[in-house]
């Protein structure tokens, strides 16, 4: 468990104590109806099967503007207007909010921990700084880096893209920025180092060479993956699908595209994917189809946990409340035997109507308790219900004979013809759809 660490500085929270576990016939709003850290499911402590992370982006940097209006929210930390006294007084509110959630990890972007300064050797600096700090408050809370990454989307020099940019020029500076990010990821003992393609992409293929650009950004990803060997990073890359937003088209579409792209690059050893739930809405698929089409590929890496609207069509980002996902996923989590050195990173923003700063714990406590509710549903059906049984039955005409042999490519169309002959026509067999969904909802 962190330590919760304010002493001898403002508190940001005041009012807010270690947030604990109450049960499910609490009725207060700051503390965990489900999520009790140490509670066993399958053998394993609640906390170890999601290895919970806040999003310093989100949850300390976005004040709530969009393209409509500015930011709503007085986050207390920002008030100085001093970038680094900003930078220095986010990363207190940051440690007193992350140990007082009791949350084990935190991730960041090198933008959202300092600031951008007037050139390239001047950011480099500020976030040296910030990183030497980080440490320290790494230390005395416990509180542990599940993934560094480089913001290569925001800085207009990357408006046509970083590792994929058309201007050579461009793609050096994004290197030497990747370069840093890294040392800092290594520095603060970052588990994983995330590389999200905001605008590897394009707008227009009218002005795009897409076959040249993805060359380029295999190159990139190769080189970064040998500097960060050479300086002792012995965490995983991690690739994150998205399928547009920034750009029209995003050439890590979804988690099929990147494995298919680290096949063909030999990346496989390196590389893993951390899937994002609105993502892979966007990409019109479910989050439990990217995790499980990740985790047969061997390549599942770490989770973005979020949601999006179901009525809206861009990423909304908003923490995921939504219990039938959740049960679906830890149902794959728990048969794949959990996510390993990934964790659950909370890439999702309150409203920009929450404007209370104990949104920003309610937010994260909801979401910790929908988690829970799912874990411990999906536990229970496994262990009690015949949901495994029902699905193994399914499949047993390739558990041997004729089925087994065409399982293992031994029978040709002729032999198979054959075969189809002698055994006739199938019955009819139900695939029972609703009797799994009624299961669901029996154990939930
Ligand atoms: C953007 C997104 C990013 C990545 C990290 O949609 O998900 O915040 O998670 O760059
Ligand atoms: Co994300």
Redesign the pocket.
């Known amino acids: 468990m962190s330590t919760v660490v304010t002493i001898g500085r403002k508190e940001y929270f005041p009012g807010i104590e270690r947030i604990s576990y109450e049960g499910p016939d609490s009725v207060n709003p700051l503390a965990f109806k489900y999520y009790d850290e140490n509670r066993l499911i399958a053998g394993k402590p609640m906390k170890d099967h999601f290895r919970f992370a806040v999003?310093y982006?989100h949850t300390f940097c976005n004040t709530g503007a969009d393209p409509f209006g500015p930011g709503s929210k007085n986050f207390p930390w920002l008030e100085s207007g001093d970038p680094m006294q900003m930078a220095r007084d986010k990363l207190d509110a940051a440690f007193e909010f992350i140990t007082k959630l009791g949350v084990p990890f935190y991730?960041f972007?090198d933008r959202d921990l300092a600031p951008e300064g007037g050139t390239a050797a001047e950011s480099e600096r500020n976030l040296a700084e910030m990183v030497h700090l980080a440490e320290k408050k790494q230390a005395e809370s416990g509180v542990k880096l599940l993934w560094g990454?480089a913001?290569l989307?925001s800085h207009p020099k990357y408006m046509n893209g970083a590792a994929t940019n058309p201007d050579f020029r461009v793609v050096a500076q994004a290197a030497a920025q990747v370069k840093a990010a890294l040392e800092a990821t290594v520095e603060l003992g970052g588990e994983n180092y995330?590389f999200?393609g905001?605008r590897e992409g394009y707008y227009s293929l009218l002005n795009t060479d897409m076959k040249r650009e993805k060359a380029h950004l295999a190159v990139f990803l190769l080189k970064a993956r040998d500097y960060g060997r050479k300086i002792g990073f012995k965490g995983m890359f991690l690739i994150?699908p998205?399928p547009m937003?920034p750009t029209k088209h995003q050439y890590d579409f979804d988690v099929a595209a990147v494995v298919g792209f680290l096949r063909r690059h030999n990346l496989t050893d390196d590389f893993k994917i951390?899937i994002?739930n609105?993502?892979a809405t966007l990409a019109n698929h479910a989050f439990a189809h990217e995790i499980q089409t990740a985790a047969d590929a061997g390549l599942l890496g770490s989770l973005?946990v979020n949601q999006g609207d179901p009525h809206t069509g861009w990423?909304t980002?908003e923490f995921l409340h939504n219990i039938y996902d959740a049960v679906e996923i830890m149902l794959i989590l728990l048969q794949i035997g959990g996510l390993g050195k990934g964790g659950m990173?909370f890439?999702a923003k309150t409203r920009r109507s929450s404007t209370d700063l104990k949104d920003l714990f309610i937010a994260h406590i909801s979401s910790m308790d929908t988690l829970a509710r799912g874990l411990i549903a999906a536990n229970a059906l496994l262990e009690k219900s015949p949901y495994l049984q029902m699905k193994k039955e399914r499949y047993a005409g390739f558990d041997s004979g004729a089925g087994k042999a065409f399982e293992k490519g031994k029978l040709d169309l002729e032999q198979l013809t054959a075969l189809a002959a002698e055994l006739g026509e199938p019955e009819q067999i139900s695939g029972r759809q609703e009797f799994y969904e009624s299961l669901i909802n029996q154990f939930m």
């Open positions: 999003a982006w991730c972007h990454t913001n989307f995330v999200w905001g994150e998205k937003e951390n994002e609105n993502h973005d990423d980002d990173n890439d």
